[in-house]
T-cell receptor, first 115, second 120 residues
Framework: AQKVTQAQTEISVVEKEDVTLDCVYETRDTTYYLFWYKQPPSGELVFLIRRNSFDEQNEISGRYSWNFQKSTSSFNFTITASQVVDSAVYFCALSSGGGGNKLTFGTGTQLKVEL | GAVVSQHPSWVICKSGTSVKIECRSLDFQATTMFWYRQFPKQSLMLMATSNEGSKATYEQGVEKDKFLINHASLTLSTLTVTSAHPEDSSFYIC????????????????FGDGTRLSIL
């Protein structure tokens, strides 16, 4: 069975602070893919990143960075110098053949960035 | 980037009405689309996988006769909530895999803007 755990239900930070959103996953497959999505208050889900299980290189995209650690089954997401527009619910998700190629979502982390 | 359009964005209707929601992939062909339901402050729950030219695959506990899915073309899937009741009120979101961005599990899903359904 596949599972994605986002232990942080809600995080509040002050603008310009750095913040890390945690994601821990479980799967029996050796080949799998991890994703992060952002859901702002308007409701749409925005695709942020995809990472495959064979690529443990960390990735940086502007103020966003992702740390993939297979040894701890974690795929954490850091926002540097947070801004109010970063306020949203962030979902981590897992997909693999063993899961029917369907996305298994975590429960999401609500990030609130205040002035 | 991949664009998925969902319509309508908001529906309010009386109990007993059937409601149709459309999901379109605008700049790519999608053989597979997905329908999710999301309750307030909760994660997305997959309802069914919509397959072009064949029957949808429903998740356990989802009523096939209640939530009719049709995927008649490579760019359009529809979800019809039949004889809707207040308990069907929810946020429904569709997604589509972009075949240009990998294969199978590797393909990221791109989501529509969602439909807020309120049944009075």
């Amino acid at each position: 069975a596949q599972k994605v755990t986002q232990a942080q239900t809600e995080i509040s930070v002050v603008e310009k602070e750095d913040v890390t959103l945690d994601c821990v996953y479980e799967t029996r497959d050796t080949t799998y893919y991890l994703f992060w999505y952002k859901q702002p208050p308007s409701g749409e889900l925005v695709f942020l990143i995809r990472r495959n299980s064979f690529d443990e290189q960390n990735e940086i995209s502007g103020r966003y960075s992702w740390n993939f650690q297979k040894s701890t089954s974690s795929f954490n997401f850091t926002i540097t110098a947070s801004q109010v527009v970063d306020s949203a619910v962030y979902f981590c998700a897992l997909s693999s053949g063993g899961g029917g190629n369907k996305l298994t979502f975590g429960t999401g982390t609500q990030l609130k960035v205040e002035l | 980037g991949a664009v998925v359009s969902q319509h309508p964005s908001w529906v309010i209707c009386k109990s007993g009405t059937s409601v149709k929601i459309e999901c379109r992939s605008l700049d790519f062909q999608a053989t597979t689309m997905f329908w999710y339901r999301q309750f307030p402050k909760q994660s997305l729950m997959l309802m069914a996988t919509s397959n072009e030219g064949s029957k949808a695959t429903y998740e356990q506990g989802v009523e096939k006769d209640k939530f009719l899915i049709n995927h008649a073309s490579l760019t359009l899937s529809t979800l019809t909530v039949t004889s809707a009741h207040p308990e069907d009120s929810s946020f429904y979101i569709c997604s589509a895999r972009d075949p240009r961005q990998g294969a199978g599990s590797n393909q990221p899903q791109h989501f529509g803007d969602g439909t807020r359904l309120s049944i009075l």
